[in-house]
C-alpha cells in the first residue's frame, strides 16, 4: 500500500511558479513510477508528468512541456513537479500518483492509477 501526500498547491499570478510536492511511503522501491495529473473543474483528470523510480526516465505531456519538470529526491522520499510561466489553463487540482511495473509514457496515459494522493488546488490568476 502506498501512501501519498501532496502539497504547494496556491494561487500565483499568470507568469508565475509554484513548486509542487509529492511524499510517498514506498517511494524507493524501484517497481514505482511516481506522477502528476490534474484535473480541472469539469474535466477528465489528465496526466501531466510522470517519473519512473527505476532510473529516472520521465515524461511530460506537450501542454507543459519547456515549463514544468519533474524530479526526485530519494533522501527526502519526495518527487516534485516544478510550474513555471503559469496560465490560468493551468488551473486545476493537482493529484500525485503511483503505478507499479510501468513505464512513465504509458503512466501519465491511463486515467486509471492504483494509488492517489488527496490533490493540491493550484489557481492561475491575476
Known amino acids: 500500500q502506498v501512501q501519498l501526500v501532496e502539497s504547494g498547491g496556491g494561487l500565483v499570478q499568470p507568469g508565475g511558479s509554484l513548486r509542487l510536492s509529492c511524499v510517498a511511503s514506498?517511494?524507493?522501491?524501484?517497481?514505482?513510477?511516481i506522477g502528476w495529473f490534474r484535473q480541472a473543474r469539469g474535466k477528465e483528470r489528465d496526466g501531466v508528468s510522470c517519473?519512473?523510480?527505476?532510473?529516472?526516465?520521465?515524461y511530460v505531456v506537450d501542454s507543459v512541456k519547456g515549463r514544468f519538470t519533474i524530479s526526485r529526491d530519494n533522501a527526502k522520499n519526495t518527487v516534485y513537479l516544478q510550474m513555471n510561466s503559469l496560465k490560468p489553463e493551468d488551473t486545476a487540482v493537482y493529484y500525485c500518483?503511483?503505478?507499479?511495473?510501468?513505464?512513465?509514457?504509458?503512466?501519465?496515459?491511463?486515467?486509471?492509477?492504483?494509488?492517489w494522493g488527496q490533490g493540491t488546488q493550484v489557481t492561475v490568476s491575476s
Open positions: 500518483a503511483a503505478r507499479p511495473y510501468a513505464t512513465a509514457q504509458t503512466m501519465c496515459a491511463s486515467k486509471s492509477q492504483p494509488y
Open positions: 514506498d517511494f524507493t522501491s524501484e517497481k514505482y513510477v
Open positions: 517519473i519512473q523510480n527505476s532510473d529516472g526516465s520521465a
